[in-house]
Each structure stands twice: as structure tokens, then as C-alpha cells.
T-cell receptor, first 110, second 113 residues
């Protein structure tokens, strides 16, 4: 049973389009992180959200933590080929452990 | 400042062989982790170490052992490799003070035949 469900699992869109990736759970997390992973490399942290309802922006990427701290979304505006990669969300349970979603594989076509 | 380093990058083992995956970090983090990544499964926690001298089981610890050698180094050992342990293994270190940030190594791709 996946504690964190990401949707969609695969997404292929054209350059310039907007997209949203969702990360949902029935559990409450103390914080939630988003990572991007490129082939042959380890995941790289993009953002950590801590407060329910929090919104953080990283250039064309907007991250939101749900009010109840059970879900999160990643919105990309005007996607570019450089945004291609595997996006992972991870929820913090307790002081030490992170639980990861299964990932969203995003492809941006020129 | 190398961040998190892992060796080896690739390894092929036969069923029943043993090996140790090495991990080191130079960021003075207390917490270190071992994950495995399989297609469609995201990352699953094998073992973690909250501080030097302590280790705890994660979600999928069976078939693995770990050693936190010192603050910098955290190794993962497969005593008797099985085909089900074919995976990509990632080591990570994490700072829990201030901004919660976790840094991953480049991974070890392990195949067990």
C-alpha cells in the first residue's frame, strides 16, 4: 500500500503548456518535500513545505501544501524541455523517516 | 565539498555472494539513510541512522545490514544476495536543523543474477 499516491504517473506535454502533479495521502505529514530526479542521478530537493496551506514558488514551479497537511501539488507554468524528469514527493513521518510517492515521469516535448 | 559519495556505481553479483556498498558525506549531517529504488515504487527506506552509533530499520530491511562507522560513513551490506535485491541503491544524508534538507548520492546500480 502506497502511503503517498502521485498522479499522474506519466505525463507528456508540449513545450509552453501548463501542468499540475498531485501528491495525495490519507495521513497527515509534518512536512512535505518535492524532488526532481534525472536519469542516472540521485533525487535533488526542490522545496520543503511545512505549514498547512503554504505556497512556495521556484521560478515557474509553484508548490502548495494542503490545509490539512495530507496532500500537495506541483504546478509548472510554461513547461520547458529542461523540466523533463522524474518528480517525487516525500512526506515526513516523525523526526527521521520520509515516505516517498511512486513518482511522476514528466516529458516536455520541444 | 563533494556532498554524498557512493561506491561502487555499478555491481553485478551472483546469487549468494556478499558485498558492501559504501557511502560518505562531508556536510557534517547527523542523519544518514539507505534507500532502494525500483520501477513504479518510488524510493523505499531500508535502514537509517539518526546519529553516530545508532541504526534503525526502515520499510524493507530484510536481507540487509548496516554500519554507521563514524559521522561521515554509513555502509550497507548484503550478506547473501538474491535476485529480488536487484535495484538502484541510494544513500542520503539529512539536516534536520533549520531547513529540512536531504541530499542524495549518485546511486549504485546492483544486478543479482
Amino acid at each position: 500500500t502506497q502511503l503517498l499516491e502521485q498522479s499522474p504517473q506519466f505525463l507528456s506535454i508540449q513545450e509552453g503548456e501548463n501542468l499540475t502533479v498531485y501528491c495525495n495521502s490519507s495521513s497527515v505529514f509534518s512536512s512535505l518535500q518535492w524532488y526532481r530526479q534525472e536519469p542516472g542521478e540521485g533525487p535533488v530537493l526542490l522545496v520543503t513545505v511545512v505549514t498547512g496551506g503554504e505556497v512556495k514558488k521556484l521560478k515557474r514551479l509553484t508548490f502548495q501544501f494542503g490545509d490539512a497537511r495530507k496532500d500537495s501539488s506541483l504546478h509548472i507554468t510554461a513547461a520547458q524541455p529542461g523540466d523533463t524528469g522524474l518528480y517525487l514527493c516525500a512526506g515526513a513521518r516523525g523526526a527521521q523517516k520520509l515516505v516517498f510517492g511512486q513518482g511522476t515521469r514528466l516529458t516536455i516535448n520541444p | 565539498n563533494a556532498g554524498v559519495t557512493q561506491t561502487p556505481k555499478f555491481q553485478v553479483l551472483k546469487t549468494g555472494q556478499s558485498m558492501t556498498l559504501q557511502c560518505a558525506q562531508d556536510m557534517n549531517h547527523n542523519s544518514m539513510y539507505w534507500y532502494r529504488q525500483d520501477p513504479g515504487m518510488g524510493l523505499r527506506l531500508i535502514y537509517y541512522s539518526a546519529s553516530e552509533g545508532t541504526t534503525d530499520k526502515g520499510e524493507v530491511p530484510n536481507g540487509y545490514n548496516v554500519s554507521r562507522l563514524n559521522k561521515r560513513e554509513f555502509s550497507l551490506r548484503l550478506e547473501s544476495a538474491a535476485p529480488s535485491q536487484t535495484s538502484v541503491y541510494f544513500c542520503a544524508s539529512r539536516t534536520l536543523t533549520g531547513q529540512d534538507e536531504q541530499y542524495f548520492g549518485p546511486g549504485t546500480r546492483l544486478t543479482v543474477t
